[in-house]
């Protein structure tokens, strides 16, 4: 059987091979070893990359698996600039936050749809915080953006309030260093992305609610990002 797969890492093994790792709508993370893969006359020498949409077929007990079959089923998503490195940010998400070997086709989904977003010039903020928000949620780590978490009172639109990590929004009794505007919550709450400061406050808290589940790791496709942003302007 062939499963629909994205190649979210992969690094030379031994002499001649890989060993990938893949995203598949059916079984969810899977590692790979890909034998011979780069060797010069191999068909899959330059086919296991990221973004490219695939079938691929494996067989093996335990967590490592033999590749034995691979073909792409559309061109790859071409991905170029800052839609790159966004790219290789949610394929750093997938790696750490799913734990191998479990289904999750809807995210698998929602992750073939984002890729393309960024593929057709949508923005890639809104994007990358439409798809944290809904992995937080699948993975059961989402909070309530409509009530605060310790009274269970309505949020304000006028009022403060700052994030517990596992818990949720807590009311302020005023301003202060990190606090969310009430307003800003209720627009998360709907997705309400289109204003430039409620933007900024998602990106803030997708980076308060995915740390703890990250381990604390610096994410190379953010330091990749920083790095070409600099090169850039030196240019």
Known sequence: MAHAAFVIHSRPYRETSQLVEVFTREQGRQSLVAKGSRQPRSPLKGLLQ????????FAGKGELKNLHSAEASAPAIALVGPALYSGLYLNELIYYLLEIQTPFDEVFDAYHKTLRKLANGDGIEPCLRHFEFYMLNVLGYGVDFTQDAETGEAIRPGGWYGYRPESGFIALAQA??????GDHLQALAELDLSRAEVLVSAK???RQALGPYLGGRALRSRTLFIKGKRGSRSE
């Open 50 to 57: 990221p973004f490219v949409p695939l079938r691929l077929g």
């Open 176 to 181: 202060e260093p990190g606090a969310y505007p």
């Open 204 to 206: 803030r808290f997708s």
